[in-house]
T-cell receptor, first 112, second 112 residues
Framework: DTAVSQTPKYLVTQMGNDKSIKCEQNLGHDTMYWYKQDSKKFLKIMFSYNNKELIINETVPNRFSPKSPDKAHLNLHINSLELGDSAVYFC???????????FGPGTRLTVT | GDSVTQMEGPVTLSEEAFLTINCTYTATGYPSLFWYVQYPGEGLQLLLKATKADDKGSNKGFEATYRKETTSFHLEKGSVQVSDSAVYFCALLNGNTGKLIFGQGTTLQVKP
């Protein structure tokens, strides 16, 4: 039983393209997150949704747009991809904002 | 703002050696503290947690104690195994904002 799943696992694309990453959780949580892990393994939060409402929006280029169609899903759409967007993107979920977060397996995005 | 500092890696140990990975934090209020582990090619797994001062989190032989007086949450294990080789992340959760702030990660390599 996969708790937090992401698709695709790997994504290779060219500069300037638009791509989406999908995330689903079956834990019944009401809060979901997107994190970016850079090449040095540093993890930083990008966005968070609670009950489909955006509650955290860090300093992220507006080429990145999250969408939460329901509490179990959080997608990330990226426009006009740049080389610097290459990273591993992790989705996570939690019950409320005060409890531990559970992470998906990550999506490795490579922009060429 | 909130921050987490971990000891620089990589840490290389022989099997059955004692492990300590130092972690200190800066935070307003009373954050919860976590250790996450990332095995090669995988996502982050929650290893252990502590939600208030003097709490001890433990799991799989690892333990860490929430020390408010020294703002620390050092990870320890009495006897490491080759299978413990991974990247370990210390993190604090600001319960008001829901932001999980990570340290830079410490790579552990255990040799037989």
């Amino acid at each position: 039983d996969t708790a937090v799943s992401q698709t695709p696992k790997y994504l290779v694309t060219q500069m300037g393209n638009d791509k989406s990453i999908k995330c689903e959780q079956n834990l019944g949580h009401d809060t979901m997150y997107w994190y970016k892990q850079d090449s040095k393994k540093f993890l930083k939060i990008m966005f968070s949704y609670n009950n489909k409402e955006l509650i955290i929006n860090e300093t992220v280029p507006n080429r990145f747009s999250p969408k939460s169609p329901d509490k179990a899903h959080l997608n990330l759409h990226i426009n006009s991809l740049e080389l610097g967007d290459s990273a591993v993107y992790f989705c996570a979920s939690s019950q409320g904002t005060s409890w531990e977060q559970y992470f998906g397996p990550g999506t490795r995005l490579t922009v060429t | 703002g909130d921050s987490v500092t971990q000891m620089e890696g990589p840490v290389t140990l022989s099997e059955e050696a004692f492990l300590t990975i130092n972690c200190t934090y800066t935070a307003t209020g009373y954050p919860s503290l976590f250790w996450y582990v990332q095995y090669p090619g995988e996502g982050l797994q929650l290893l252990l947690k502590a939600t208030k001062a003097d709490d001890k989190g433990s799991n799989k032989g690892f333990e860490a104690t929430y020390r408010k007086e020294t703002t620390s949450f050092h990870l320890e294990k009495g006897s490491v195994q080759v299978s413990d080789s991974a990247v370990y992340f210390c993190a604090l959760l600001n319960g008001n904002t829901g932001k999980l702030i990570f340290g830079q990660g410490t790579t552990l390599q255990v040799k037989p």
